[in-house]
């Protein structure tokens, strides 16, 4: 456990970190800026990725805190010496772990970040007060004004969705093996996977991340969407076993 925390640590507490953060908001406010003048924050919170351009760079900023740590270890020389301590595959466990857990606070804190900071100062009209639901599963919070179960529900979904694209990013630097090729290997992995997700009549992979769907209950939001995140997660955690134990060897 004390590994962990101290490898969440360096995940957390460097520039890159902050860095994706701020990218997440960045984005976030950049899709907002045609809605200025609404008074529904809930609208534009929606709007901002539903009809926003920037959505394609949400796995950059879950790929660029911590995914590089692998490689960096790698070519460090220092990672032999760690894996006379432990064993490589807890090694590689801890590493997609942490890397996913570091990828998915970026982009909650991001769109935290968005809601607390950017939104007020850009949208002056926007307010809680003339908030309504966007999607039938959310009235319930709306009308009982349960905002921090409403924000707190989309920062789980953001979460989930970062620790996705980390562990993706993850597994192609293993396969990879070099940061250039990672970027671009999220990037179409994303197009490749949407279009996959059309074909079988589903939605974008960011609308599950935003929750934007037409479901009645939380329960149905979270089974779906946290699903596609979770299978995804295991078969990137999978794939970045095998080819990380062939890295490894070469440490």
Not at 81 to 98: E, K, P, S, W
Not at 141 to 155: E, N, T
Not at 169 to 196: D, H, N, P, W
């Amino acid at each position: 456990m004390r590994q962990y925390l101290i490898d969440l640590k360096r995940g957390i507490v460097n520039s890159r970190f902050l860095a994706a953060v701020l990218l997440c908001a960045a984005i976030y406010w950049l899709g907002s800026l045609p809605e200025i003048g609404a008074d529904n924050v809930l609208y534009i919170l929606d709007a901002t990725v539903a009809f926003g351009s920037f959505y394609h760079l949400f796995p950059v900023v879950a790929v660029f805190p911590f995914v590089a740590s692998f490689l960096e270890d790698l070519h460090s020389g220092n990672l032999r010496f760690t894996l006379q301590r432990i064993d490589g595959n807890r090694y590689l466990a801890r590493r997609f772990l942490v890397t996913g857990v570091v990828g998915g606070l970026a982009t909650a804190l991001g769109m935290l970040a968005f809601l607390g900071v950017l939104l007020p100062v850009t949208h002056p009209l926007a307010s809680l007060d003339y908030a309504e639901a966007v999607y039938p599963y959310a009235e319930a919070l709306v009308q009982q004004k349960q905002w921090v179960a409403y924000f707190g529900l989309y920062a789980l979904l953001q979460w989930a969705s970062g620790f996705m694209w980390a562990g993706i990013g993850l597994m192609f630097s293993a396969i990879a093996g070099k940061m250039q090729l990672v970027y671009l290997a999220t990037a179409l992995f994303m197009e490749v996977l949407c279009r996959g997700l059309f074909a079988i009549d589903k939605e974008h992979i960011v609308i599950y991340a935003m929750g934007g769907l037409d479901v009645e209950t939380i329960g149905q939001l979270l089974l779906e969407s946290l699903s596609i995140f979770a299978i995804l997660s295991l078969i990137s955690f999978l794939v970045f076993m095998v080819f990380g134990k062939r890295r490894l060897r070469y440490a």
